[in-house]
């Protein structure tokens, strides 16, 4: 199967997505419609507390990853996390989410690679 592999990069602002097989490789970058707006316990201060997550962007990742049969998720920060809490949530809904979350490989952190950096790491898992 042609592209049956994947690794998700992500952050609280966008998303870079490769899927690839033996000879073939398509990414996709997404972007977040609401990033990062973190309002403190001050009113009207901006710049700390824990944003809510953007759960329209969590959908438009999971719809690129449509017929992955393994993939990988990594990126620097909890939106990760706040991803695989979404699918568990999700899973017993769609069958879609429920197939992700049986194909998902491995979760790791790590800093925004180049490109090929993290396409060459996701062929070696």
């Known amino acids: 199967m042609l592209r049956s592999r994947a690794i998700v990069w992500m952050d609280s602002r966008e998303a870079s997505v490769f ?3 033996a000879d073939e ?3 996709t970058q997404l972007r977040a419609d609401n990033p990062c707006l973190k309002v403190s316990h001050k009113a009207g201060s901006m710049r700390a507390g ?5 759960l329209d962007f969590f959908d438009r990742v999971i719809d690129s990853l449509r017929g992955t049969r393994r ?3 990594t990126g620097p920060d909890g939106t990760r996390q706040d991803l695989v809490d979404y699918l ?3 899973k017993t ?3 879609h989410i429920a197939e992700l ?3 998902l490989a491995g979760i ?3 800093d925004r690679p180049t490109d090929d950096g993290l396409l060459e790491r996701a062929r070696s898992l």
């Open 50 to 54: 824990r944003p809510a997550a953007d």
């Open 19 to 21: 899927r690839f097989g």
């Open 108 to 110: 790791s952190a790590m």
């Open 25 to 27: 490789v398509a990414q």
């Open 88 to 90: 568990e949530k999700y």
């Open 93 to 95: 809904r769609d069958g």
């Open 101 to 103: 979350c049986q194909h």
């Open 71 to 73: 993939w990988y998720l």
